[in-house]
Structures are given as C-alpha cells and as structure tokens.
C-alpha cells in the first residue's frame, strides 16, 4: 500500500469540475431536480431511524442516475449525522490502496462542504493512505456526483465529509481497509456513502456477456446484477469476491462495496457492545438502456442501505 508521510495543508478548495456537464450548475435548478428526484422516490424519511449508517448509491451523469440516487439518500436521518465518509472508486488514477483529499472544502452549486481535516489526519497518520493531487481530485467523478445530493439533504446540519478514493484493491487490501474503517462505522454519529454503478455492458466497456437462457440482453444484465445484489444484502464479501471473479461483472465501485461489507464483518467481531442486527436492502434498480442487440450499451444503477440495530 502507498504511503506518504508529506502533511497536507488543507488551503484550497475543491471545484465542482463536473458540474454544467454530468449536472447543472445552476444551483436553483439543481436544486429542483434534486426536490423532485427525491419526491419521486417516496419524499425523504421523516421516522427516526437512528441506525441507518450506510448507502450504495450510483455516480453518473445526473440526467441517468439522478433518479435512481434519489431512492438511497431519502433514508437519511439528518439529525443523526454529523460526518459523512464518502468512498469512491478510481477511474483515471493508477491506486493499489486508498487517498484522502488535501483540500480544504469540496464547492457545489449549492453551497460548499466542509471536510473534517483532523480525522482525514488521523487515517493518514496511520500510514496506510496517500494523498491525492488536486488535479486526481477534480478529475475524479466518482465522489463529486455524491455532493449535491448530500449538500441537499443535509441542509441546515452542522457537518462534514470525509472523502476517500479506493483503488484496485486486492481482497486482502479489501479486508484491511474494512478493519480500518469498521470503526468509524460503529460510530452512530458517522454515515457512510458507497459510490458505485452497477454493469457496464458493451463494446465500448469491452464487456458483452450474454446467456440467452436469460431472455433478452436486458434482461440478462439485470440478473447478473441482482446475482451481485444478493450478495450485498447477505453482507456476504468472500460471496461478493467470488461473484466477481467468476461473472467479471464490471461494477466500477466494486472495491468500496467490498470495503463496506469488510467492515461490518469486522465489526461484528468486534469485542464490546455493538448491534445485534446488520441488514442491507437495495430500493431501487434501473438501466441507462433496454439493449436488445449486440451493438447497444447500458450502464446500471442501483441504490440501497445498511440498517444497524
């Protein structure tokens, strides 16, 4: 795992790099868009759910997964929150482990985030972590998609994020970085969002796995996405691994995923008082495209939560 012993100096903000393309940059717009994804998906929770610690929600373009992300954030409890770990996969930067941002605050359209500099200190002094550039930092999408819908929801709340880019993580990488963060996923304080899409499927992603015994080619991606799906609910990741390796399903967030499931496996192990219960349900599950031939492509998305009790 790459290590850094450089200090960051936590002096300049992020820019939301991605807005007035994956998603508008006119906050008053955004804003709307945001009301009513949120609508569609049933309104946000009014209940108190105080164990509600997690969320898979997808990160692309806004006007594909902007709907579907709706479904995973409606269950946050925003009085319950006061720090929210952001872990996204790499897409452009060659990583074997995981980054922490040096920048001060993350920008959107609505207003800026600010990032909890100590604790990003804390993982960072474990030598475990490097630091992202500022350039990997805005090239990245994977985390920024995340802001809006967290700037949204947590409106008026005292807190903040910790973001962390995770690499192409082996399964032994996996299990470490999940006994890291297990944790802060007991803190009840703390919630976590897995930034994830589901199958990328074909030509362009190089991935155009078909069994007709599946129906159509539509049909197939949505069951060999809910195969993976069922192991997440299971909180199951030696499942989850081997799904992988024998699918090649090509879910980007894929190592997050298993960072989370590694964590609440370890938490349980954990000596002293922690929940009796873990459950995981998906809420929600939609295609960019129907694919019917070999020449279409789709991406899927997904969204759920972790129920602690």
């Not at 479904?71 to 946050?76: D, E, T």
Request: charged content about 20%; aromatic content about 12%; glycine content about 6%.
């Amino acid at each position: 795992m790459a290590r850094s012993s450089q200090g960051a100096n936590f002096t300049l903000n992020r820019a939301a790099s991605h807005a007035g393309s994956w998603y508008t940059s006119d906050g008053y717009t955004l804003n709307r868009q945001l009301d009513e994804w949120l609508k569609q998906a049933g309104g946000m929770n009014s209940a108190s759910v105080p164990e509600q610690r997690a969320i898979v929600a997808p990160h692309a373009g806004y006007s594909y997964s902007g709907p579907t992300a709706a479904y995973a954030y409606r269950v946050i409890v925003p009085s319950n929150v006061k720090r929210v770990f952001i872990l996204g996969p790499s897409h452009h930067y060659r990583l074997q482990g995981c980054a922490l941002s040096r920048t001060k605050e993350y920008e959107t359209p609505l207003y800026n985030l600010k990032l909890d500099t100590s604790l990003i200190e804390e993982l960072h002094s474990t030598g475990n972590f490097e630091w992202m550039s500022q350039t990997t930092d805005e090239d990245e999408h994977s985390i920024e998609m995340h802001l809006p819908y967290i700037a949204k929801v947590m409106e008026g709340c005292s807190f903040t994020i910790v973001p962390v880019l995770v690499g192409n993580l082996n399964r032994k990488a996996e299990q470490f970085y999940g006994h890291l963060f297990s944790k802060y996923l007991a803190d009840k304080e703390n919630f976590f969002v897995i930034s994830s899409d589901f199958c990328h499927w074909g030509k362009r992603f190089s991935y155009k796995h078909y069994d007709k015994r599946n129906g159509t080619i539509s049909q197939h991606i949505e069951n060999l996405d809910k195969a993976g799906m069922k192991h997440i609910e299971a909180l199951d990741s030696e499942g989850f691994y081997q799904y992988l390796r024998e699918s090649n399903n090509t879910i980007c967030g894929r190592h997050p995923i298993a960072v989370l499931l590694n964590a609440v496996e370890s938490l349980k192990a954990l000596p002293g008082d922690h929940p009796s219960s873990y459950a995981f349900e998906f809420l929600h599950y939609a295609q960019s495209n129907q694919c019917t031939s070999q020449n279409d492509s789709s991406v899927s998305y997904a969204a759920g939560s972790l129920t602690l009790e």
